[in-house]
């Protein structure tokens, strides 16, 4: 069994390790390469005293969560070695803009996870603000949007008469809240709290006071088609936000300039590849939710494809994967 100070000395090789890791994976090779030679040569020296850790804390034959971590750590170093000295075209893929992309939701996926959650318990909360009444939901209504639910007044159907300019409109109005939910969260992330609040709770509210009204079959049956995938980029507007907001929160402070780059890359490029997506829903809401001769289930089975798609897309394993899975097989 592992001392308290042993166990002590692995915690503290994984913070010096993940200490090196960082500028050495993300610092131009060309500008410094004097500093980047000493920093690979401090992360190697690191690399092999923690995998001895890795044996010693083996050998114990104990379920350590220690060693999970350790684990893990080493063979994310280990996949980060590879990459430090892959060919150039390895690099020039790294490059692109899809393998950045899924790399960096791979990277803060568990962030997104946190995103979502914050949104669908705001949305739950606004849902039942919205079913208590007109007194409870006016307070996250506006009163002309109430006022055309308790008529019954299908207010989007009017993008029939107009559906070109309709749909620059919503294009553009997509992209603008996709950029107002980025910069907000990007305020030290509560910028990201407050928005992805409010519009889970007015979400909510309103599927609630249709519901209450019995209007949420004709609601319903015009999100079906576009709904999921725009709620989607939304929330991933969002995260891409808290990817850099969160770095303010991050220890040590000495690498905060480092992190911040880091952050700044990477969520630059979530937002980047999830605009694409946003014209894909706004033709949606244009060419499919409005029109009768879309059946409700015709409806549904398109914002399922099209969501599946975007997923699909985002979360395509990268080329290393593929390989380090050809040699486990």
């Not at 507007?237 to 808290?242: H, I, L, R, V």
């Amino acid at each position: 069994m592992l001392s308290r100070f042993e166990r002590s000395r692995i915690l503290n090789q994984q913070r010096q390790m993940r200490d090196l890791l960082l500028p050495l994976t993300h610092t131009g090779s060309a500008s410094n390469r004097g500093n980047r030679f000493d920093l690979l040569f401090r992360f190697l020296i690191q690399f092999e005293m923690l995998a001895a850790s890795l044996y010693r804390l083996r050998t114990d034959g104990v379920n350590d969560p220690l060693q999970h971590s350790t684990e893990d750590l080493v063979a994310s170093a280990s996949r980060d070695l590879f990459v430090l000295q892959a060919d150039p075209k390895q690099r020039a893929l790294e490059e692109t803009l899809s393998y950045r992309y899924r790399r960096a939701w791979r990277e803060h996926f568990p962030l997104f996870l946190y995103t979502l959650a914050l949104f669908v318990v705001a949305s739950v909360v606004g849902w039942n603000v919205g079913m208590s009444g007109y007194e409870y939901a006016s307070v996250l209504i506006p009163q002309p949007f109430i006022e055309n639910i308790l008529d019954h007044r299908r207010w989007f159907d009017e993008i029939q008469k107009a559906p070109l300019l309709y749909g620059f409109t919503i294009a553009k109005n997509n992209i603008g809240v996709a950029i107002h939910c980025f910069t907000l969260a990007a305020l030290a992330g509560l910028g990201g709290v407050y928005i992805l609040v409010f519009n889970g709770l007015f979400f909510g509210a309103v599927i609630g006071f249709c519901q209450a009204n019995k209007f949420d079959a004709a609601l319903l049956n015009f999100v079906v088609g576009h709904g999921v995938l725009e709620l989607t980029i939304i929330v991933a507007a969002t995260f891409s936000g808290f990817i850099f907001g969160r770095v303010f929160y991050m220890r040590p402070y000495r690498l905060f300039k480092i992190r911040l780059a880091v952050a700044t890359r990477h969520a630059a490029t979530v937002l980047l590849g999830l605009c694409p997506w946003l014209l894909v829903a706004a033709c949606l809401e244009v060419l499919v939710s409005p029109w009768p001769f879309y059946r409700s289930h015709s409806k549904i089975l398109i914002g399922v494809l099209t969501a599946s798609t975007f997923w699909l897309w985002t979360l395509w394993p990268l080329p290393q994967a593929r390989s380090d899975a050809r040699m486990q097989a």
